[in-house]
């Protein structure tokens, strides 16, 4: 199976860069981090800081399944303006089985910006809605197509998640996952030892 990578740049939203990772893990996917900093250690938007799996100046996109752009401020401008992550953008857009996922402020700030999303529905937080130049805006918290799967915040991290799990293995192992991690916790009866 050919590895996704979720790019981290300083201001990173950490909700949003780790559920990924956790939830393409849990399903088998092979999933990196990468800093765009020239160091492995990347601090988050609420200070966390994560040591990425590798730096992205060391990192070859060629054939990758997925990247992944989480949101946060800074994090997503500072993602805009590291201008070699613009090539691998393209190049994983052009390609034939190449997929983009973006969420919270990087629909917008990234793609909106290098105008991949003109003519495709999409959505990103509230307020940046502007940048997404000839995009169709979404009611949706999350929404897939054939090259992207967008989310509009934090909050939907997981159904985001998920999402690329399913466009990547198919609904039945996305629901799996998303079983397993009790996000249908009343929909099992067997769970005796629920107290939410």
């Excluded at 740049?9 to 849990?26: I, K, N, Q, S």
């Excluded at 466009?167 to 991690?181: F, H, P, R």
Aim: hydrophobic share 45%.
């Amino acid at each position: 199976m050919k590895e996704s990578f979720v790019i981290l740049a300083e201001g990173f939203e950490e909700v949003e860069a780790l559920t990924p990772v956790d939830v393409l893990r849990r399903a088998g996917m092979p999933v990196k981090t990468v800093s765009i900093t020239d160091d492995l250690l990347v601090t988050g938007a609420h200070g966390i800081q994560v040591k990425a799996d590798l730096l992205f100046s060391d990192t070859s996109f060629n054939d990758a399944s997925w990247v992944i752009l989480p949101g946060g401020l800074p994090g997503a401008t500072n993602l805009f303006e590291y201008s070699p992550l613009h090539k691998v953008l393209v190049n994983q857009y052009e390609s034939a089985e190449g997929k983009i996922a973006a969420i919270c402020a990087s629909p917008a700030v990234v793609l909106g910006q290098l105008g991949m999303l003109k003519g495709r529905v999409a959505i990103c937080y509230p307020g940046f809605e502007e940048l997404m130049t000839g995009a169709v805006k979404s009611q949706n918290s999350v929404v897939s197509d054939d090259k992207f799967v967008l989310g509009a915040g934090p909050a939907v991290a997981l159904n985001w998640s998920l999402a690329i799990v399913a466009q990547e293995l198919g609904v039945d192992k996305a629901d799996s996952i998303a079983a397993g991690m009790l996000l249908y916790v009343n929909n099992h009866p067997d769970l005796d030892n629920y107290f939410g």
